[in-house]
């Protein structure tokens, strides 16, 4: 099976309240992670990565959050927005063969 | 503007009946990937390619073939689609590792195929 999972399927937050998606993974030769947020009837469209040699990384309203020692990857979404509503999909990658492994989502809804 | 385009973007087909669903990409990337999603099953990968004329299987590959003949094209083929197949393709490509600094994937709009 793949080694990177979600802990929860569904997540529902109120606009403007903060979001925090997490994520599992188990083979601790990954040295990337991504995440993706795909809207409906859309491909999969990067939002942050982030190496192994980090714990924490910060975009536009997203944080990512790494803890190797748990093998936990979380994405913190600041002040969730309607046009936040998506799935969101977490990626490991080993370098050798440029291959990513995705999670199976998380459908973040954000209620008005 | 930078972009991988699909087609066809929807096709409903019959078991047996040979079909291609085209790949193109803009950006002169050099490693391009095929994918299928399904429900509860995520994202899983068909078959990749690190460049031209170099092609392998990634964790789903029976039933599909694929070819690079060229950098910018990677199409995807079923040459006896099976119902089991029907699914949501996308396409995706991305610089080689060694020439970028990030590892992002670019995705086209998904191909979505039922196969009857």
């Known amino acids: 099976g793949e080694s990177v999972g979600l802990h929860l399927p569904t997540l529902s937050v109120q606009e403007g309240d903060n979001s925090i998606i997490n994520c599992a993974y188990s083979?601790?030769?990954?040295?990337?992670f991504i995440w993706y947020k795909q809207e409906s009837g859309k491909g999969p469209q990067f939002i942050i990565d982030i190496r192994s040699n980090m714990d924490k990384r910060q975009g536009q309203r997203v944080t990512v959050l790494l803890n190797k020692t748990v093998k936990h990857l979380s994405l913190q979404i600041a002040a969730t927005q309607p046009g936040d509503s998506a799935v969101y999909f977490c990626a490991e990658n080993m370098g050798s063969n440029y291959k990513l492994t995705f999670g199976k989502g998380t459908l973040l809804t954000v209620n008005p | 503007e930078a972009q991988v385009t699909q087609n066809p973007r929807y096709l409903i087909t019959v078991t047996g009946k040979k079909l291609t669903v085209t790949c193109s990409q803009n950006m002169n990337h050099e490693y391009m990937s095929w994918y299928r999603q399904d429900p509860g099953l995520g994202l899983r990968q068909i078959y990749y390619s690190m460049n031209v004329e170099v092609t392998d299987k990634g964790d789903v590959p029976e039933g599909y073939k694929v070819s690079r003949k060229e950098k910018r094209n990677f199409p995807l083929i079923l040459e006896s689609p099976s119902p089991n197949q029907t699914s949501l393709y996308f396409c995706?490509?991305?610089?080689?590792?060694?020439?970028?600094?990030?590892?992002?994937?670019?995705f086209g709009e998904g191909s979505r195929l039922t196969v009857l």
């Open positions: 083979n601790s030769a990954s040295d990337y």
């Open positions: 995706a490509s991305r610089k080689d590792r060694e020439y970028a600094n990030t590892g992002e994937l670019f």
